[in-house]
């Protein structure tokens, strides 16, 4: 009864285009469901993401779910998430990454699930990791381990900075790090993040896994920046 007098007095819209759901509609309308860009990359063994990082870092696997164009319903998507406090976007995402990447064979052999992460201050400011619930959908959804203790951030700043400290690859060490053990020698680590652009961040978090011994990484994100 709480639910029903809630939702009449604030009702939820979609995240894609601001409509008003309908009951049975969560997160999406059934609209944008159905015209959101999906890259179908879980189907194809070099699909964007491996060429994007061939020769960068290598990678057992790499997919994004969706592509992301600018004003387009994935952009206001990910506002929504990163911006605007809607943690239940990112579990929705991984929810329905998770029911497609189930048949995929390279990542029957992932040991764990590892979001890139914020820096501790920007957490504070923030108040949550975007990734953390698409991170931990995919965990449950997939059986496999949640760790956001092995990778951390080590460097501050604003995002404008960070882009093009990330551009440099003589710092690259100074942005991200890893916590492990011999526990961790010749795991194969799952890194997800919510969108690629050019992939720096994403790559410099997969130098810091490859400090670890023997290690294997894949990819796995919400989204793909796409002309």
């Not at 992301?68 to 929705?92: A, N, T």
């Not at 652009?197 to 989204?223: F, N």
Request: with cysteine.
């Amino acid at each position: 009864m709480f639910h029903y007098f809630f939702n009449l007095f604030f009702p939820k819209s979609c995240a894609g285009c601001s409509y008003l759901l309908l009951e049975d509609e969560k997160v999406l309308c059934t609209s944008c469901r159905h015209e959101i860009p999906l890259t179908h990359h879980h189907t194809m063994k070099n699909n964007e993401v491996v060429q994007k990082f061939y020769g960068r870092i290598p990678l057992e696997f790499g997919a994004a779910l969706f592509y992301f164009h600018k004003k387009g319903i994935v952009q206001e998507m990910m506002h929504h998430l990163k911006y605007k406090g809607h943690e239940e976007i990112g579990e929705m995402i991984g929810n329905w990454y998770a029911a497609e990447l189930k048949s995929v064979t390279a990542l029957q052999t992932v040991d764990y699930i590892v979001p890139v992460p914020l820096h501790k201050r920007r957490l504070r400011e923030r108040g949550y990791n975007q990734v953390t619930l698409f991170g931990k959908a995919l965990s449950a959804e997939l059986a496999i381990p949640y760790n956001d203790a092995v990778l951390y951030r080590k460097a501050y700043s604003k995002t404008q900075t960070m882009k093009n400290l990330l551009g440099r690859t003589d710092v690259v060490d100074t942005i991200f790090d890893v916590s492990f053990t011999e526990l961790h020698h010749g795991k194969h680590f799952l890194l997800v993040d919510d969108v690629i652009t050019s992939g720096s961040t994403l790559e410099a978090c997969s130098r810091a896994l490859l400090k670890i011994p023997d290690v294997k990484i894949s990819v796995v994100c919400m989204a793909m920046s796409h002309s």
